[in-house]
């Protein structure tokens, strides 16, 4: 997956959450073991989403669309075995 975008009358009603968990579930039954990703400083919305997602920010690095435009906010969600028992 490249990039989830919503239109404005499209936001906060679960979609990109839901989009993401499905993500994170077809990875871990392909056994990635990391599901990492990027976004601007400014998205205010993906970040609270991502913190609802309990995810790891990784670091935060300059210039990385154009200079002086925005930086970009590196974060990880481990992705620990699907249980097989369970299932």
Request: with cysteine.
């Amino acid at each position: 997956m490249i990039s989830i975008a919503a239109l404005p009358d499209a936001r906060w009603r679960g979609l990109a959450q839901a989009l993401i968990a499905k993500t994170v579930a077809h990875l871990r039954a392909a056994r990635n073991r990391e599901f990492a990703f990027e976004l601007r400083t400014k998205n205010r919305e993906a970040t609270e989403l991502y913190r609802k997602l309990r995810v790891r920010r990784l670091r935060r690095t300059r210039d990385y669309y154009r200079a002086g435009i925005d930086r970009c906010l590196c974060f990880n969600k481990p992705l620990p075995a699907v249980d097989v028992c369970a299932i």
